[in-house]
């Protein structure tokens, strides 16, 4: 762990920077992860926010938890079946990350 800088985690996932790539963002949640650069980050949010858009069946009891949404990842070649839950706390873990890259390089540059 001393190798890694936490950016933010939450009960679905982590993100984080490699001491020694300072330039892209490990974000992992689940059993998947990914190397992204914050608009990389970005474009992935906006992923989360076109499907949460999305309707689920009708009627269903279990349209929170039904992993039956396909949410684009930044990899052209990979999509990941999720469900209303998991798209929350992705996109929490996202927007968090961006919110704390951007606050940090903000404070960096005002005392340039």
């Known amino acids: 762990m001393k190798d890694i800088e936490i950016i933010y985690k939450n009960e679905f996932g982590i993100s984080f920077q490699w001491k020694s790539k300072r330039e892209k963002v490990q974000v992992v949640f689940e059993d998947t992860g990914f190397l992204l650069s914050l608009e990389e980050i970005k474009s992935f949010q906006k992923n989360v926010l076109q499907v949460e858009a999305e309707q689920c ?29 998991e798209l929350d706390q992705i996109n929490e873990l996202l927007g968090a990350t961006i919110f704390k890259l951007e606050t940090k390089a903000y404070v960096a540059n005002s005392y340039n």
């Open 57 to 85: 069946c009708q009627n269903c009891e279990y349209s929170r938890s039904c992993r039956s949404l396909l949410l684009k990842t930044p990899s052209q070649k990979i999509d990941l079946a999720v469900s209303l839950n």
